[in-house]
């Protein structure tokens, strides 16, 4: 049951993932990968505050905990994809846009984690 719950999440988040990509890439733009940082800052506030909640109440059933975090989580984020539009932007000298983002999403990212345990940890 477990590894169906994954596969469903996980192909679930992967379409968000796509949607809101064309959602942002259609209104910002297409020079700047604004949509792959907004889906890991929204992955990493959500994760983080969905996930500490689950480990401070245990009102989510370890299947879907997991489901959730690996499976839609997963699919949703996307390190491989921020790792290629990185090195695109470097390899076409745009060294400021890409100092802009690996900041922005790795230091953005890592105060979401903590603003949505600390939120978890407020219910």
């Not at 401070?56 to 997963?74: K, Q």
């Not at 996307?78 to 060294?95: D, K, P, Q, Y």
Request: hydrophobic share 55%.
């Amino acid at each position: 049951m477990r590894i169906a719950l994954i596969a469903l999440f996980g192909a679930v988040g992967t379409l968000c993932r796509y949607g809101l990509h064309l959602f942002v890439a259609a209104r910002a733009g297409t020079a700047f990968p604004y949509g792959t940082l907004l889906i890991n800052l929204l992955g990493c506030f959500f994760l983080a505050l969905i996930g500490q909640y689950a480990l401070n109440h245990t009102v989510i059933p370890d299947d879907l905990r997991i489901a959730i975090g690996v499976g839609f989580f997963g699919g949703f984020t996307t390190f491989s994809s921020f790792g290629w539009e990185t090195a695109h932007l470097i390899e076409n000298n745009r060294w400021l846009p890409a100092v802009t983002y690996v900041a922005a999403s790795v230091f953005i990212g890592i105060f979401l984690s903590v603003a949505g345990i600390r939120l978890a940890n407020r219910f």
